[in-house]
């Protein structure tokens, strides 16, 4: 098995990071768009040059611009699985597949038993004589997993592999991928919109945003208490930062009390976090209890599950660009209030719901 030590910076991207991937561990690289996740993963590659950087797999250099070392693509042992399967149109599934080990040095012989063990692996043995344009997109991806394999890759990166599926399709694929790092510890780096497939196919999540890492560490950990905007959002949890003074967090949104951990100084960075289910959302506003109690604007409404029994009722932005705090309420809920977008309405929380603990 091979790690992967990465540094570089990329100045026309905004790129500057510093990235360890260790043996066997599968990372998911979270972010919004524009964060500088595709342009890590030209630089692992080797389709983009770093202005500056290291870049080692499993001990053998493949970037030091200080040494002008720069190996090509097609010898970094790295493969890369995209959104779109990329299949040679005018080759067979199983040539398709035996181009990868061929590419690598193997012979013909070799390069169709490695095809056709990982078509097997992929349970598309069945598609072997089959030209590419007569596959499903889901078939066509099972495809391209078997093909990004089939070289022995020490570093697999892939690129958001299910952002172009069908709903019904991307669980089979999820499954499949899932098997296929697990079984063999293989080393990975996953680009992914989707919590669920952080969830499911990684150890470790890492947070990049303007080109930086902002948050690292344990998926469940991360999901469960997060440091960032977007950690906070793709794990549907809502999050206010700001300082603490006096014991309280002071916010872009006001005074933010709940409860703090060990950390939480006079004058230091914090985050809060608070479920949206633990929100309240009132016309007037609301006295008693709730410590905080928020005016904002509603921006959007929609149905929560199949059915649609939960209602989001999700905030415009703050005024410094961050996300807007969401409330899950139920459909009589919204109907008694009679809650649109544009409305301005009141949303409330108890301090007992609300954790405050140190920004990353």
């Given at each position: 098995?091979?790690?992967l030590?990465?540094?570089?910076?990329?100045?026309?991207?905004g790129?500057?990071?510093?990235?360890?991937?260790?043996?066997?561990?599968?990372?998911?690289?979270?972010?919004?768009?524009?964060?500088?996740?595709?342009?890590?993963?030209?630089?692992?590659?080797?389709?983009?040059?770093?202005?500056?950087?290291?870049?080692?797999?499993?001990?053998?250099?493949?970037?030091?611009?200080?040494?002008?070392?720069?190996?090509?693509?097609?010898?970094?042992?790295?493969?890369?699985?995209?959104?779109?399967a990329?299949?040679?149109?005018?080759?067979?599934?199983?040539?398709?597949?035996?181009?990868?080990?061929?590419?690598?040095g193997?012979?013909?012989?070799?390069?169709?038993?490695?095809?056709?063990?990982?078509?097997?692996?992929?349970?598309?043995?069945?598609?072997?004589?089959?030209?590419?344009?007569k596959?499903?997109?889901?078939?066509?991806?099972?495809?391209?997993?078997?093909?990004?394999?089939a070289?022995?890759?020490?570093?697999?990166?892939?690129?958001?592999?299910?952002?172009?599926?069908?709903?019904?399709?991307?669980?089979?694929?999820?499954?499949?991928?899932?098997?296929?790092?697990?079984?063999?510890?293989?080393?990975?780096?996953?680009?992914?919109?989707?919590?669920?497939?952080?969830?499911?196919?990684?150890?470790?999540?890492?947070?990049?945003?303007?080109?930086?890492?902002?948050?690292?560490?344990?998926?469940?950990?991360?999901?469960?208490?997060?440091?960032?905007?977007?950690?906070?959002?793709?794990a549907?949890?809502?999050?206010?930062?700001?300082?603490?003074?006096?014991?309280?967090?002071?916010?872009?949104?006001?005074?933010?009390?709940?409860?703090?951990?060990?950390?939480?100084?006079?004058?230091?960075?914090?985050?809060?976090?608070?479920?949206?289910?633990?929100?309240?959302?009132?016309?007037?506003?609301?006295?008693?209890?709730?410590?905080?109690?928020?005016?904002?604007?509603?921006?959007?409404?929609?149905?929560?599950?199949?059915?649609?029994?939960?209602?989001?009722?999700?905030?415009?932005?703050?005024?410094?660009?961050?996300?807007?705090?969401?409330?899950?309420?139920?459909?009589?809920?919204?109907?008694?209030?009679?809650?649109?977008?544009?409305?301005?309405?009141?949303?409330?929380?108890?301090?007992?719901?609300?954790?405050?603990?140190?920004?990353?």
């Amino acid at each position: 098995m091979s790690g992967l030590e990465l540094r570089a910076r990329v100045a026309a991207r905004g790129l500057d990071v510093e990235l360890s991937v260790a043996p066997g561990e599968v990372v998911a690289l979270l972010g919004p768009n524009g964060a500088g996740k595709s342009t890590l993963l030209d630089v692992t590659a080797g389709l983009l040059r770093p202005d500056e950087g290291r870049v080692v797999l499993g001990g053998r250099v493949l970037v030091d611009t200080a040494k002008d070392v720069a190996v090509p693509p097609h010898q970094r042992s790295v493969a890369l699985l995209a959104q779109e399967a990329l299949l040679f149109p005018h080759l067979t599934i199983r040539e398709n597949v035996a181009f990868a080990p061929r590419s690598a040095g193997a012979g013909r012989r070799e390069a169709y038993a490695a095809a056709d063990r990982w078509l097997d692996e992929v349970d598309a043995t069945e598609l072997a004589g089959r030209r590419p344009r007569k596959l499903s997109g889901g078939q066509a991806q099972r495809v391209a997993i078997a093909r990004a394999l089939a070289a022995g890759p020490e570093l697999l990166l892939l690129d958001e592999p299910m952002a172009a599926l069908d709903v019904g399709v991307a669980p089979a694929v999820r499954a499949l991928l899932r098997r296929v790092l697990r079984t063999g510890d293989r080393t990975a780096i996953l680009v992914t919109h989707d919590v669920l497939d952080a969830v499911s196919l990684a150890d470790r999540v890492v947070v990049l945003d303007a080109g930086r890492i902002v948050e690292e560490g344990a998926v469940e950990r991360v999901l469960a208490r997060p440091r960032s905007v977007f950690a906070a959002r793709i794990a549907g949890i809502n999050l206010v930062a700001g300082k603490v003074r006096d014991g309280v967090l002071d916010t872009v949104v006001g005074a933010v009390h709940g409860i703090a951990e060990d950390g939480c100084d006079d004058g230091e960075s914090a985050v809060a976090v608070f479920s949206p289910t633990a929100v309240a959302v009132h016309r007037k506003q609301p006295e008693g209890s709730p410590r905080n109690v928020f005016r904002v604007r509603i921006a959007e409404i929609e149905g929560l599950g199949r059915h649609g029994q939960a209602i989001r009722v999700r905030a415009v932005d703050h005024p410094d660009g961050s996300a807007g705090p969401v409330a899950d309420v139920t459909a009589a809920a919204v109907a008694q209030l009679d809650l649109a977008p544009g409305d301005d309405v009141w949303f409330a929380v108890k301090a007992t719901e609300v954790a405050i603990y140190p920004a990353a």
